[in-house]
T-cell receptor, first 114, second 113 residues
């Protein structure tokens, strides 16, 4: 069975502080990994993705994530957050075996405190 | 403007009354998908479509139907809605498969009483 686990449902952080949002996956096959962000009352938009190559992936708005195959993790980081980063963040996985499903984690609500 | 549109945005209905939520994209995308979002459960895929007349089940297809007669449209049909289908629904599209960036619609909030 495949799954995506986001260990923290809520993460409060002060403005300009660094943040890490954790994501772990379980899979018996190779995966593609994604982070999506959902701002209040909006649909989701892609932050970044890992398909292959360099394990450090840079995305929009200063976010980056590192694929760690041995730890089956894909944690999202930002060195200095802004108020505008307050949103819900979803990790997602799809599989390289040809399936076209996309599986999302339960989400992490990031709240940036002024 | 490139976009995915959904209608209606809000819907309150009663158990058993058939309804359709429409989804349309203007980007000539091949892949379209429906998700439901529930608190504490994240997004779960209901159905997806790789192209016209090609659809397949996602994670939670029970109680839903879809069709893809035209490339731009991918309606979600609830033949006999039940209260456990009360949720926030999102349609998404991409060039080809989930490895491409998914473009999401604004969401449809459905309440079944």
């Amino acid at each position: 069975a495949q799954s995506v686990t986001q260990l923290d449902s809520q993460v409060p952080v002060f403005e300009e502080a660094p943040v890490e949002l954790r994501c772990n996956y379980s899979s018996s096959v190779s995966v593609y990994l994604f982070w999506y962000v959902q701002y209040p009352n909006q649909g989701l938009q892609l932050l970044l993705k890992y398909l292959s190559g360099s394990t450090l992936v840079k995305g929009i708005n200063g976010f980056e994530a590192e694929f760690n195959k041995s730890q089956t993790s894909f944690h999202l980081r930002k060195p200095s957050v802004h108020i505008s980063d307050t949103a819900e963040y979803f990790c997602a996985v799809s599989y390289q075996t040809g399936a076209n499903n996309l599986f999302f984690g339960t989400g992490t609500r990031l709240t940036v405190i002024p | 403007e490139a976009q995915v549109t959904q209608n209606p945005r809000y819907l309150i209905t009663v158990t058993g009354k058939k309804l359709t939520v429409t989804c349309s994209q203007n980007m000539n995308h091949e892949y379209m998908s429906w998700y439901r979002q529930d608190p504490g459960l994240g997004l779960r895929q209901i159905y997806y479509s790789m192209n016209v007349e090609v659809t397949d089940k996602g994670d939670v297809p029970e109680g839903y139907k879809v069709s893809r007669k035209e490339k731009r449209n991918f309606p979600l049909i609830l033949e006999s809605p039940s209260p456990n289908q009360t949720s926030l629904y999102f349609c998404a599209s991409s060039l080809g498969g989930p490895t491409y960036e998914q473009y999401f619609g604004p969401g449809t909030r459905l309440t079944v009483t």
